[in-house]
Structures are given as C-alpha cells and as structure tokens.
C-alpha cells in the first residue's frame, strides 16, 4: 500500500510517500479501506518531536479517517466487510496509522457513519468532535442558557463546539480571523460572531454580555489569548484550554477576582468510559442530523507536508483532508 511515513522527527518534509508492508486483521481487529484522512494540529507536533507520547520509529502519522471494511478478524461481533466506519477520537489507542490506503485496529475503535455523511466528513469527526464534546461537557460542565465564548471557532474543533453548544442551548459568541471564516462560523449556528484581529473585539464581547462576560470560553490559542481571557470570563466562569502554541505571562488577580478556573485538555486522558460516553453522543449527533462536519480542504495523501503547513496557518475554515 501507499502511505506517509516518517522515519525521523522534523519539519513537515519528513512526511515521506511511500510503499509500506499491507497490514491485515487480526484476532478481533478490522481492516479498513482508507478513503479520508483527517489532519490535526496535534499530527504536526508528533511529527515535530514536540510531544510527550511518541511512536516507535518509522511511523504512520494520522489519528482520524474513514472508510470501508474490508476484512474482519476471528472474534469480530457487530463489523462486516463492506460496512462504512469512522475512527478517531479515543486518545492514545487511535494515536498514528491514518495517513495510509489501508488500517488495521481493533474493532472497537470503528463507528458506522452514516450514509448522509461523506468519507471527508467522516474523517473530521473523531478527534475534533471528541475533543469538542469532552471540553464542553465533562470539563467546562456548560449548561443550557449560558453564553459561550469559542476563541477560534473556525477550524475543525471550533465549529465541532459551535454545532454542540448549539444543539446544547447556548448562546454563542464565535471569533474567526477571516470574513469568510467568520460568515462559516454565523452559518453553523453562532449567534454572534467576531473578528479576533479588530483591536476592540473584547469591548464589544462585553457590550454584548451587559459586562457580565461569556460563562465558558473554550480556547484554541492560549499562548495569545489566555491573559485576555482572564479579563473578560464572568464570575465563576470556566475556561478551557483546547490548544496552545507557547508560553504567556497572564495575571492570576484576574481569576482571583472573578473566581474564575481554567483547566487543559488533552484527549488522551480520557478514561475508556468518558469516550464511549463521548461517542455514543457523538453517533446519535450525527445520525439525526445535527453535527454535520465542515470539510475546509481536500489534498492528495502525497501532499501530506502542505496539509501539515496548511493546519497552522491562521485564518482556519474547516477540517484540512487527506485522500489516499
């Protein structure tokens, strides 16, 4: 088969298209016919070296995808040759693999996707959905009437959190770093939506909310936007930390006085039952219509590096895909 291999951490030019061994199905695994790809932030930063959790070397990058079934192991209960699945989302055990024409895994890491949903869609809901879910629900505990910030709701998480806050009751206040991001971001179901380069977005976030504040900001970019936060994060708000690229310097008085919590995610310390939790929901979402992936970008499998520089790059829209 064909895949993206790397062979040694660096910059994205290390993503090597190349024949690889097929795998097959196993003992109570599955063989999946990759027909998307999806790419993450996080994808670039094992590439890169710059993460605790490292693949033995050469690896397959790569942690969400769809496709078809090809073939079952002994013991597979429930998965048939032919059925079309979705995979991601379940933190360490989906951890690098996608990035290739053919997977094998266990079965129970695959998910039917629903015949509305394309193979692209498919492959942007596993760690985006995931992670957007389990911010919103199991850290941030957001209940229906609040009003959520989501700093950076045009990439894949943040239309993921605008779609579930929606569906939850909440009033949403999105921020985009494009016209056209910030159009996508009113179209998935944000009430209001702000341009996070304008100099004054916080004042007009707090004209919005009578200076109360949003009760929960989910954020995609804390080493920019985190010490904002503090300032305008209501009393007893909670912030959550989705993605950070560098250090800051913020003001703990800031939290102090509003009582404020901010606590990180990552996907990976989900328990076994918060991930099923997360999925079932997740399933149902999608199946009646309500989540619906936003694909921003199709590339060829082989283009994998410019899909890693394109995941990055400000002005986000959408989930970046890769097609075997």
Known sequence: MKAIRVHQPG??????YEDAPDPTAGPGQVLVRIKAAGVNPVDTYVRAGKYAQMPPMPYIPG??????VEAVGSGVRGVQAGDRVYLGGQGARTFSGCYAELLACDADLVRPLPASLTFSQGAGVGTVYATAARALHQK???LPGETILIHGASGGVGLAAVQL???HGMRIIGTAGSERGRQLVKEQGAHHVLDHTAPDYLKALTDMTDGKGPDVILEML????LAKDLTVVAKFGRIVVIGN?????????DAMGRDATVMGIVLFNASERELNSLHAAIGAGLAGGVLRPVVGTELPLREAAKAHVQVLTPGAY???VLIP
């Open 165 to 167: 806050a929606r569906a």
């Open 318 to 320: 959408g989930k970046i």
């Open 245 to 253: 690229r560098g250090t800051i310097e913020i003001n703990p008085r």
């Open 222 to 225: 804390a080493n920019v936007n």
């Open 11 to 16: 910059e994205p030019d290390v993503l090597k």
């Open 140 to 142: 941030a505990r957001a």
């Open 63 to 68: 942690g969400d995808a769809a496709g078809v």
